[in-house]
């Protein structure tokens, strides 16, 4: 069965850094999401892209976010100026029809010092 | 502007009884989903399950039942016979129909732990 992917497992990054944290979304699909979780709190949406541009995004995702597909595989999340408060597991999303069952990558756990 | 509510943010059972993980949300559309999610301490988001506002039926799936009310605007997820494995937290959350962007908004999540 397809599966989302996500690299790297793990990150860790100065703060002022910048990052790059990669999907690889189900083939066929055409809705593509990032959430963040920090340690011990809820899911939190961070953006959802259809058709090569954002259909929405969150208060969290400022001006030093960013996300592309820059091949038609790939869905990156780029965070420049890391904070501290970036720390969290980043969760890649995808789906087909936009009213289908979200299912996630295993994430990426971002840590900035 | 949508919101889930999980009042219980951490449970504790012995193996084998039945526990009742609940789940209140708030939306103005008359057309959403909502879903359970289960993030063991690997720390991945597992899909449990998804039901339209349009169907109330309850759903059983093994030990786990899922009792969905609209008129209380609770969707609350039961597991019988717990055992150590379901040892989880667990997320109740929400999509509106009408949401462009068709985020999930997700309750604060339960720690259910399950004690031999």
């Known amino acids: 069965e397809p599966e989302v992917t996500q690299t790297p497992s793990h990150q860790v990054t100065q703060m002022g850094q910048e990052v790059i944290l990669r999907c690889v979304p189900i083939s066929n699909h055409l809705y593509f999401y990032w959430y963040r979780q920090i340690l011990g709190q809820k899911v939190e949406f961070l953006v959802s892209?259809?058709?090569?541009?954002?259909?929405?995004k969150s208060e969290i995702f400022d001006d030093r976010f960013s996300v592309e597909r820059p091949d038609g595989s790939n869905f990156t999340l780029k965070i420049r100026s890391t904070k501290l408060e970036d720390s969290a597991m980043y969760f890649c999303a995808s789906i087909y029809e936009s009213t289908d069952t979200q299912y996630f990558g295993p994430g990426t756990r971002l840590t900035v010092l | 502007a949508q919101k889930v509510t999980q009042a219980q943010t951490e449970i504790s059972v012995v193996e084998k009884e039945d526990v009742t993980l609940d789940c209140v949300y708030e939306t103005r559309d008359t057309t959403y989903y909502l879903f359970w999610y289960k993030q063991p301490p690997s720390g991945e988001l597992v899909f449990l399950i998804r039901?339209?506002?349009?169907?109330?039926q309850n759903e059983i799936s093994g030990r786990y039942s899922w009792n969905f009310q609209k008129s209380t605007s609770s969707f609350n997820f039961t597991i019988t016979a717990s055992q150590v494995v379901d040892s989880a937290v667990y997320f109740c959350?929400?999509?509106?129909?009408?949401?462009?962007?068709?985020?999930?908004?997700f309750g604060g999540g339960t720690r259910l732990m399950v004690k031999p």
């Open positions: 892209f259809y058709n090569n541009e954002i259909s929405e």
């Open positions: 959350a929400l999509i509106n129909g009408n949401n462009a962007g068709n985020m999930l908004t």
């Open positions: 039901r339209n506002s349009f169907d109330e």
